[in-house]
Protein backbone atom coordinates (compact mmCIF):
# COMPACT_ATOMS: atom_id res chain seq x y z
CA UNK A 1 0.00 0.00 0.00
CA UNK A 2 2.80 2.49 -1.00
CA UNK A 3 3.12 4.58 -3.61
CA UNK A 4 5.67 3.79 -6.38
CA UNK A 5 8.71 5.96 -7.02
CA UNK A 6 8.12 8.99 -8.60
CA UNK A 7 9.53 12.64 -9.31
CA UNK A 8 7.27 15.78 -7.09
CA UNK A 9 7.21 19.19 -8.16
CA UNK A 10 5.42 21.55 -6.34
CA UNK A 11 5.47 24.80 -8.93
CA UNK A 12 4.55 28.14 -7.47
CA UNK A 13 2.55 29.59 -10.81
CA UNK A 14 0.41 28.66 -13.34
CA UNK A 15 3.51 28.98 -15.91
CA UNK A 16 5.71 26.57 -14.26
CA UNK A 17 2.65 24.06 -14.14
CA UNK A 18 2.24 24.36 -17.70
CA UNK A 19 5.40 23.47 -18.27
CA UNK A 20 5.88 21.07 -16.02
CA UNK A 21 3.32 18.82 -17.76
CA UNK A 22 4.40 20.05 -21.31
CA UNK A 23 7.30 18.39 -20.17
CA UNK A 24 6.14 15.24 -18.45
CA UNK A 25 4.99 14.02 -22.04
CA UNK A 26 1.97 11.96 -20.25
CA UNK A 27 4.12 10.59 -17.47
CA UNK A 28 2.72 13.43 -15.42
CA UNK A 29 0.11 13.20 -13.15
CA UNK A 30 -1.77 16.34 -11.42
CA UNK A 31 -2.10 16.21 -7.98
CA UNK A 32 -4.74 18.83 -6.46
CA UNK A 33 -6.76 17.43 -3.24
CA UNK A 34 -5.53 13.80 -3.78
CA UNK A 35 -8.46 12.33 -2.43
CA UNK A 36 -8.81 10.04 -5.07
CA UNK A 37 -5.75 10.00 -6.31
CA UNK A 38 -3.33 8.81 -3.33
CA UNK A 39 -5.26 5.53 -3.28
CA UNK A 40 -5.16 5.60 -6.68
CA UNK A 41 -1.46 5.57 -6.06
CA UNK A 42 -1.62 3.55 -3.06
CA UNK A 43 -3.14 0.61 -4.33
CA UNK A 44 -0.38 0.87 -7.43
CA UNK A 45 -3.55 1.47 -10.21
CA UNK A 46 -1.82 4.39 -10.89
CA UNK A 47 2.67 5.12 -11.37
CA UNK A 48 3.11 7.92 -13.28
CA UNK A 49 6.45 8.86 -13.22
CA UNK A 50 6.09 12.52 -12.42
CA UNK A 51 3.75 14.19 -9.75
CA UNK A 52 2.66 17.82 -10.36
CA UNK A 53 1.29 19.32 -7.28
CA UNK A 54 -1.15 22.40 -7.56
CA UNK A 55 -1.47 23.21 -3.99
CA UNK A 56 1.14 25.74 -3.89
CA UNK A 57 -0.30 27.82 -6.65
CA UNK A 58 -2.34 30.44 -5.07
CA UNK A 59 -4.31 31.56 -8.00
CA UNK A 60 -5.71 28.29 -8.81
CA UNK A 61 -7.62 29.03 -5.15
CA UNK A 62 -11.04 30.70 -4.40
CA UNK A 63 -14.44 31.90 -5.58
CA UNK A 64 -15.16 34.62 -7.32
CA UNK A 65 -17.90 36.07 -9.37
CA UNK A 66 -18.05 36.97 -12.80
CA UNK A 67 -21.27 38.14 -15.43
CA UNK A 68 -23.88 36.09 -15.11
CA UNK A 69 -21.68 33.27 -13.87
CA UNK A 70 -19.49 31.93 -10.85
CA UNK A 71 -16.00 31.40 -10.98
CA UNK A 72 -14.75 28.43 -8.83
CA UNK A 73 -10.85 27.92 -9.12
CA UNK A 74 -10.16 24.41 -9.26
CA UNK A 75 -8.17 23.83 -6.11
CA UNK A 76 -10.88 25.97 -3.85
CA UNK A 77 -11.74 23.04 -0.86
CA UNK A 78 -14.74 21.36 -0.70
CA UNK A 79 -15.42 22.10 2.39
CA UNK A 80 -14.19 25.77 1.97
CA UNK A 81 -16.73 26.16 -0.70
CA UNK A 82 -19.69 24.32 0.92
CA UNK A 83 -18.80 27.35 3.61
CA UNK A 84 -19.28 29.80 1.01
CA UNK A 85 -22.22 31.68 1.74
CA UNK A 86 -22.32 33.63 -1.88
CA UNK A 87 -22.21 30.45 -3.21
CA UNK A 88 -25.17 28.96 -1.22
CA UNK A 89 -26.94 32.09 -1.94
CA UNK A 90 -26.60 31.58 -6.35
CA UNK A 91 -25.95 28.40 -6.52
CA UNK A 92 -28.09 26.02 -3.61
CA UNK A 93 -28.15 23.31 -6.26
CA UNK A 94 -24.23 23.24 -5.61
CA UNK A 95 -24.06 23.74 -2.10
CA UNK A 96 -26.68 20.38 -1.84
CA UNK A 97 -24.17 18.78 -3.90
CA UNK A 98 -21.41 19.34 -2.09
CA UNK A 99 -22.67 18.21 1.34
CA UNK A 100 -22.60 15.05 -0.24
CA UNK A 101 -18.89 14.60 -1.28
CA UNK A 102 -16.75 12.14 0.66
CA UNK A 103 -16.18 12.65 4.53
CA UNK A 104 -16.22 15.84 6.23
CA UNK A 105 -12.65 14.92 6.77
CA UNK A 106 -11.93 14.28 3.03
CA UNK A 107 -13.66 17.21 2.21
CA UNK A 108 -11.06 19.32 4.10
CA UNK A 109 -8.38 18.33 1.38
CA UNK A 110 -10.55 17.43 -1.57
CA UNK A 111 -11.25 20.16 -4.36
CA UNK A 112 -13.85 21.15 -6.57
CA UNK A 113 -11.80 21.16 -9.52
CA UNK A 114 -10.25 17.71 -8.72
CA UNK A 115 -13.74 16.01 -8.36
CA UNK A 116 -14.73 17.84 -11.82
CA UNK A 117 -11.54 16.99 -13.72
CA UNK A 118 -11.47 13.19 -12.16
CA UNK A 119 -14.78 12.55 -14.02
CA UNK A 120 -15.73 9.38 -11.30
CA UNK A 121 -19.03 8.12 -12.62
CA UNK A 122 -21.21 8.19 -9.16
CA UNK A 123 -19.51 11.55 -7.89
CA UNK A 124 -21.56 14.63 -7.85
CA UNK A 125 -19.84 17.52 -8.72
CA UNK A 126 -19.18 16.23 -12.35
CA UNK A 127 -23.19 15.64 -12.32
CA UNK A 128 -23.77 18.87 -10.53
CA UNK A 129 -21.68 20.51 -13.47
CA UNK A 130 -23.06 18.40 -16.29
CA UNK A 131 -26.57 19.62 -14.82
CA UNK A 132 -26.11 23.61 -14.31
CA UNK A 133 -24.73 24.18 -17.80
CA UNK A 134 -20.51 24.61 -16.33
CA UNK A 135 -17.98 25.24 -18.17
CA UNK A 136 -14.41 23.92 -17.76
CA UNK A 137 -11.23 25.72 -18.49
CA UNK A 138 -8.25 24.74 -18.93
CA UNK A 139 -4.84 25.59 -20.37
CA UNK A 140 -1.66 24.31 -21.38
CA UNK A 141 1.73 25.43 -23.12
CA UNK A 142 -0.64 26.03 -26.54
CA UNK A 143 -3.12 28.47 -25.15
CA UNK A 144 -6.56 27.81 -23.32
CA UNK A 145 -10.32 26.66 -24.09
CA UNK A 146 -13.43 26.49 -22.81
CA UNK A 147 -15.11 22.77 -22.73
CA UNK A 148 -18.97 22.57 -21.98
CA UNK A 149 -19.77 19.86 -18.75
CA UNK A 150 -21.91 18.10 -21.00
CA UNK A 151 -18.83 17.38 -23.33
CA UNK A 152 -16.15 16.54 -20.94
CA UNK A 153 -16.79 13.29 -19.93
CA UNK A 154 -15.91 10.43 -22.05
CA UNK A 155 -16.18 7.06 -20.36
CA UNK A 156 -15.16 6.37 -16.42
CA UNK A 157 -12.23 8.60 -14.75
CA UNK A 158 -11.90 9.74 -18.83
CA UNK A 159 -12.37 12.93 -20.03
CA UNK A 160 -11.57 15.12 -23.26
CA UNK A 161 -8.62 16.79 -21.21
CA UNK A 162 -4.89 15.84 -22.87
CA UNK A 163 -1.85 15.29 -20.44
CA UNK A 164 -0.42 18.97 -21.02
CA UNK A 165 -3.59 20.32 -19.97
CA UNK A 166 -4.52 22.09 -16.73
CA UNK A 167 -8.02 22.79 -15.34
CA UNK A 168 -7.48 26.91 -14.43
CA UNK A 169 -11.63 27.37 -13.43
CA UNK A 170 -14.94 26.19 -13.74
CA UNK A 171 -17.48 28.99 -14.53
CA UNK A 172 -21.02 27.96 -13.22
CA UNK A 173 -23.67 30.35 -15.18
CA UNK A 174 -26.59 31.64 -12.86
CA UNK A 175 -29.55 30.47 -12.28
CA UNK A 176 -32.97 32.48 -11.73
CA UNK A 177 -32.99 33.42 -7.88
CA UNK A 178 -36.26 31.11 -6.56
CA UNK A 179 -34.50 28.34 -9.32
CA UNK A 180 -35.61 24.58 -7.53
CA UNK A 181 -32.51 22.50 -6.13
CA UNK A 182 -32.97 19.20 -7.50
CA UNK A 183 -30.67 16.80 -5.37
CA UNK A 184 -31.19 13.05 -4.13
CA UNK A 185 -28.48 10.34 -3.47
CA UNK A 186 -29.09 7.08 -2.47
CA UNK A 187 -25.69 5.37 -0.89
CA UNK A 188 -25.05 2.69 1.58
CA UNK A 189 -23.91 4.86 3.98
CA UNK A 190 -23.22 8.90 3.85
CA UNK A 191 -19.90 9.67 2.19
CA UNK A 192 -19.89 6.41 0.06
CA UNK A 193 -20.27 6.61 -3.81
CA UNK A 194 -23.83 6.86 -4.31
CA UNK A 195 -25.47 4.10 -6.34
CA UNK A 196 -27.92 6.15 -7.61
CA UNK A 197 -28.30 10.00 -7.69
CA UNK A 198 -29.48 13.15 -9.51
CA UNK A 199 -29.04 16.81 -9.06
CA UNK A 200 -29.89 19.68 -10.75
CA UNK A 201 -32.16 23.07 -11.16
CA UNK A 202 -35.69 24.03 -11.98
CA UNK A 203 -37.02 27.45 -13.30
CA UNK A 204 -40.64 27.98 -13.10
CA UNK A 205 -42.15 30.84 -14.66
CA UNK A 206 -45.59 31.36 -13.31
CA UNK A 207 -46.06 27.63 -12.83
CA UNK A 208 -44.65 27.09 -16.03
CA UNK A 209 -40.78 25.31 -16.60
CA UNK A 210 -38.80 27.48 -18.27
CA UNK A 211 -35.45 26.10 -17.77
CA UNK A 212 -34.21 22.60 -16.81
CA UNK A 213 -30.94 21.29 -15.96
CA UNK A 214 -31.13 17.62 -14.46
CA UNK A 215 -28.28 14.79 -14.78
CA UNK A 216 -27.96 11.42 -13.74
CA UNK A 217 -24.44 10.38 -11.43
CA UNK A 218 -23.88 6.44 -10.80
CA UNK A 219 -25.78 5.41 -13.26
CA UNK A 220 -23.25 4.92 -16.38
CA UNK A 221 -19.98 5.19 -17.71
CA UNK A 222 -20.49 9.11 -16.66
CA UNK A 223 -22.69 11.57 -15.44
CA UNK A 224 -25.92 11.52 -17.78
CA UNK A 225 -27.89 14.38 -18.68
CA UNK A 226 -31.59 13.75 -19.21
CA UNK A 227 -31.63 15.90 -21.84
CA UNK A 228 -34.47 14.55 -23.25
CA UNK A 229 -36.38 14.83 -20.45
CA UNK A 230 -35.51 18.88 -19.39
CA UNK A 231 -37.06 18.86 -22.80
CA UNK A 232 -40.00 17.05 -22.20
CA UNK A 233 -40.47 19.38 -19.60
CA UNK A 234 -40.31 23.05 -20.46
CA UNK A 235 -43.31 25.30 -21.24
CA UNK A 236 -45.16 22.54 -19.09
CA UNK A 237 -47.06 23.66 -15.93
CA UNK A 238 -45.31 22.45 -12.94
CA UNK A 239 -48.26 21.49 -11.45
CA UNK A 240 -49.77 19.05 -14.20
CA UNK A 241 -46.76 17.08 -15.36
CA UNK A 242 -46.63 13.08 -15.57
CA UNK A 243 -43.87 12.43 -12.83
CA UNK A 244 -44.55 9.00 -13.69
CA UNK A 245 -43.82 9.56 -17.56
CA UNK A 246 -40.77 11.80 -17.08
CA UNK A 247 -39.55 9.11 -14.15
CA UNK A 248 -39.51 6.55 -17.12
CA UNK A 249 -37.98 8.64 -19.82
CA UNK A 250 -35.18 9.62 -17.69
CA UNK A 251 -34.35 6.58 -16.66
CA UNK A 252 -34.13 5.34 -19.96
CA UNK A 253 -31.70 8.02 -21.00
CA UNK A 254 -29.16 6.22 -18.97
CA UNK A 255 -27.40 3.23 -19.09
CA UNK A 256 -26.41 2.18 -15.62
CA UNK A 257 -23.47 -1.00 -14.65
CA UNK A 258 -23.84 -4.15 -12.46
CA UNK A 259 -21.41 -4.08 -9.43
CA UNK A 260 -20.92 -5.69 -6.10
CA UNK A 261 -23.49 -3.41 -4.61
CA UNK A 262 -26.40 -3.32 -6.87
CA UNK A 263 -27.73 -4.74 -10.53
CA UNK A 264 -28.64 -1.93 -13.50
CA UNK A 265 -31.99 -3.47 -12.82
CA UNK A 266 -32.20 -1.95 -9.28
CA UNK A 267 -30.64 1.39 -10.00
CA UNK A 268 -32.90 1.37 -12.38
CA UNK A 269 -35.84 0.91 -10.28
CA UNK A 270 -34.26 2.98 -7.54
CA UNK A 271 -33.73 6.00 -10.08
CA UNK A 272 -37.58 5.79 -11.27
CA UNK A 273 -38.30 6.08 -7.43
CA UNK A 274 -36.11 8.90 -6.82
CA UNK A 275 -36.88 11.43 -10.04
CA UNK A 276 -40.38 10.91 -9.35
CA UNK A 277 -40.46 11.50 -5.48
CA UNK A 278 -37.27 14.88 -5.93
CA UNK A 279 -38.78 16.51 -8.81
CA UNK A 280 -42.27 16.04 -7.57
CA UNK A 281 -41.36 17.32 -4.00
CA UNK A 282 -38.94 19.85 -5.40
CA UNK A 283 -41.43 21.64 -7.96
CA UNK A 284 -44.35 21.99 -5.27
CA UNK A 285 -42.37 23.34 -2.99
CA UNK A 286 -40.68 25.93 -5.76
CA UNK A 287 -44.65 26.41 -7.14
CA UNK A 288 -45.36 27.17 -3.07
CA UNK A 289 -42.52 29.95 -2.96
CA UNK B 1 12.32 9.59 -7.91
CA UNK B 2 12.67 12.86 -5.88
CA UNK B 3 13.65 13.93 -2.17
CA UNK B 4 12.91 16.73 -0.22
CA UNK B 5 14.16 18.92 2.98
CA UNK B 6 11.16 19.83 4.77
CA UNK B 7 10.35 21.08 7.89
CA UNK B 8 7.04 21.12 9.87
CA UNK B 9 5.83 21.94 13.41
CA UNK B 10 4.68 18.74 14.67
CA UNK B 11 2.89 19.45 18.54
CA UNK B 12 4.78 22.40 19.03
CA UNK B 13 8.11 20.92 17.74
CA UNK B 14 9.88 21.68 14.65
CA UNK B 15 10.84 18.28 12.93
CA UNK B 16 12.84 19.09 9.53
CA UNK B 17 14.15 15.91 7.81
CA UNK B 18 14.47 14.74 4.10
CA UNK B 19 12.00 12.43 2.29
CA UNK B 20 11.23 10.93 -0.52
CA UNK B 21 8.29 12.28 -2.67
CA UNK B 22 5.98 9.30 -2.16
CA UNK B 23 6.04 8.98 1.48
CA UNK B 24 2.70 10.08 2.91
CA UNK B 25 2.43 12.37 5.86
CA UNK B 26 1.10 9.41 8.54
CA UNK B 27 4.28 7.12 7.73
CA UNK B 28 6.33 10.21 7.84
CA UNK B 29 4.89 11.23 11.27
CA UNK B 30 5.19 7.89 12.50
CA UNK B 31 8.47 6.91 11.73
CA UNK B 32 10.29 10.11 11.02
CA UNK B 33 9.12 11.55 14.08
CA UNK B 34 8.08 9.17 16.54
CA UNK B 35 4.16 9.63 16.92
CA UNK B 36 3.24 6.27 16.69
CA UNK B 37 -0.15 7.32 17.86
CA UNK B 38 -1.25 8.22 14.32
CA UNK B 39 -2.52 4.82 13.47
CA UNK B 40 -1.93 3.32 9.61
CA UNK B 41 -4.94 1.04 8.75
CA UNK B 42 -6.30 0.93 5.30
CA UNK B 43 -3.60 3.36 3.87
CA UNK B 44 -6.44 4.58 1.02
CA UNK B 45 -8.24 6.64 2.83
CA UNK B 46 -11.33 4.57 3.82
CA UNK B 47 -11.22 4.21 7.44
CA UNK B 48 -10.34 7.73 9.20
CA UNK B 49 -8.11 5.94 11.76
CA UNK B 50 -4.59 8.18 10.83
CA UNK B 51 -6.45 11.33 11.12
CA UNK B 52 -4.71 14.55 12.19
CA UNK B 53 -4.75 17.84 12.11
CA UNK B 54 -2.97 20.42 9.48
CA UNK B 55 -3.56 23.72 10.34
CA UNK B 56 -5.96 23.03 12.18
CA UNK B 57 -8.35 20.68 9.94
CA UNK B 58 -9.20 17.17 9.69
CA UNK B 59 -7.26 15.72 7.04
CA UNK B 60 -6.38 11.82 6.67
CA UNK B 61 -2.27 11.17 6.94
CA UNK B 62 -2.68 8.41 4.46
CA UNK B 63 -3.95 10.85 1.85
CA UNK B 64 -1.24 13.91 1.87
CA UNK B 65 1.99 13.28 1.15
CA UNK B 66 4.74 14.37 3.71
CA UNK B 67 6.46 16.82 1.32
CA UNK B 68 2.81 18.86 1.03
CA UNK B 69 3.09 19.61 4.94
CA UNK B 70 6.30 21.33 4.33
CA UNK B 71 5.79 24.46 6.77
CA UNK B 72 2.38 23.03 8.05
CA UNK B 73 1.43 22.68 11.59
CA UNK B 74 0.61 19.57 12.62
CA UNK B 75 -1.21 18.45 15.31
CA UNK B 76 -1.13 14.38 16.55
CA UNK B 77 -3.23 12.60 19.09
CA UNK B 78 -0.21 13.05 20.82
CA UNK B 79 -0.56 16.30 21.23
CA UNK B 80 -4.41 16.51 22.09
CA UNK B 81 -3.76 16.44 25.90
CA UNK B 82 -2.30 19.36 27.80
CA UNK B 83 1.25 19.37 28.24
CA UNK B 84 0.72 18.34 32.17
CA UNK B 85 -1.63 14.98 31.07
CA UNK B 86 -4.52 16.32 31.76
CA UNK B 87 -6.71 14.90 29.23
CA UNK B 88 -8.63 17.39 26.60
CA UNK B 89 -12.75 17.56 26.47
CA UNK B 90 -12.94 15.20 23.73
CA UNK B 91 -10.94 12.73 25.65
CA UNK B 92 -12.51 13.54 28.83
CA UNK B 93 -15.58 12.69 27.36
CA UNK B 94 -14.25 9.30 25.07
CA UNK B 95 -12.94 7.91 28.44
CA UNK B 96 -16.05 8.54 30.50
CA UNK B 97 -18.23 7.18 27.78
CA UNK B 98 -16.75 4.13 27.36
CA UNK B 99 -15.76 5.42 23.65
CA UNK B 100 -12.98 2.99 23.27
CA UNK B 101 -12.90 -0.74 23.07
CA UNK B 102 -9.32 -1.86 21.58
CA UNK B 103 -8.51 1.80 20.78
CA UNK B 104 -6.94 1.10 17.03
CA UNK B 105 -9.69 3.71 15.51
CA UNK B 106 -9.31 6.36 18.85
CA UNK B 107 -6.67 8.36 17.77
CA UNK B 108 -8.57 9.57 14.36
CA UNK B 109 -11.87 9.77 15.89
CA UNK B 110 -10.27 12.09 18.95
CA UNK B 111 -8.70 14.27 16.47
CA UNK B 112 -11.84 14.65 13.87
CA UNK B 113 -14.23 15.91 17.09
CA UNK B 114 -11.07 17.68 18.37
CA UNK B 115 -11.32 19.94 15.04
CA UNK B 116 -14.88 20.22 15.55
CA UNK B 117 -14.74 21.42 19.02
CA UNK B 118 -11.34 22.98 19.83
CA UNK B 119 -11.40 26.84 20.43
CA UNK B 120 -14.17 28.60 19.43
CA UNK B 121 -15.30 26.05 17.00
CA UNK B 122 -18.90 24.99 18.36
CA UNK B 123 -20.30 22.24 16.54
CA UNK B 124 -23.76 20.53 17.57
CA UNK B 125 -24.41 16.79 17.69
CA UNK B 126 -25.60 16.21 13.84
CA UNK B 127 -22.59 17.56 12.91
CA UNK B 128 -20.28 15.46 15.02
CA UNK B 129 -22.25 12.30 14.25
CA UNK B 130 -22.14 13.28 10.73
CA UNK B 131 -18.01 13.58 11.13
CA UNK B 132 -17.99 9.90 12.42
CA UNK B 133 -19.36 8.69 8.90
CA UNK B 134 -15.29 9.05 8.48
CA UNK B 135 -14.18 6.45 10.83
CA UNK B 136 -14.85 2.82 10.58
CA UNK B 137 -14.30 0.87 14.61
CA UNK B 138 -13.61 -2.42 13.68
CA UNK B 139 -14.99 -3.26 17.35
CA UNK B 140 -18.24 -1.63 16.68
CA UNK B 141 -18.31 0.08 19.58
CA UNK B 142 -20.11 2.93 17.50
CA UNK B 143 -22.59 3.33 21.08
CA UNK B 144 -19.85 4.44 23.25
CA UNK B 145 -18.37 7.10 20.80
CA UNK B 146 -22.15 8.33 20.19
CA UNK B 147 -22.59 8.96 23.76
CA UNK B 148 -19.46 10.88 24.38
CA UNK B 149 -20.74 12.86 21.32
CA UNK B 150 -24.14 13.35 22.74
CA UNK B 151 -22.03 14.54 26.14
CA UNK B 152 -19.47 16.75 24.34
CA UNK B 153 -22.59 18.59 22.35
CA UNK B 154 -24.16 19.17 25.84
CA UNK B 155 -21.05 20.40 26.88
CA UNK B 156 -20.11 23.06 24.10
CA UNK B 157 -24.23 24.28 24.32
CA UNK B 158 -23.62 24.96 27.71
Not at chain 1, 38 to 60: K, Q, Y
Not at chain 1, 117 to 137: F, K, R
Request: contains cysteine; hydrophobic residues 40%; glycine residues 10%.
Amino acid sequence: MKPAPFDYFAPKTIDQALEQLDRGAGDATILAGGQTLLPLLALRMSTPGIIVDINRIPELQGISRERGATRIAPVTRQNAALANAELAAVLPMLTKALSHVGHFQTRNRGTVGGSISLGEPAAELPAAAVALGAEIEAHSVNGSRRIPATEFYIGPYATVLEPDELVTAIHFPDWASGSVTVFHEVARRPGDFALVGLVGAVTLDQGRVSRAGLAWFGMGPTPIRAAATEAAMLGQNAAQLDWAGLAELAVSETDPFEDHSASADYRRGVGRSIFARTLCEALNKGAMA
Amino acid sequence: MSDHEISMTVNGRTCTSRVEGRMTLGDFLREKVGQTGVHMACEHGVCGACTILVDGLAVRSCLMFAVQADGADVTTVEGAAAPDGSLSPVQQAMRECHALQCGFCTPGVVMTLTSLTQGATKSDEKTLLNAMSGHLCRCTGYQGIRKAIKQLAAGEAA
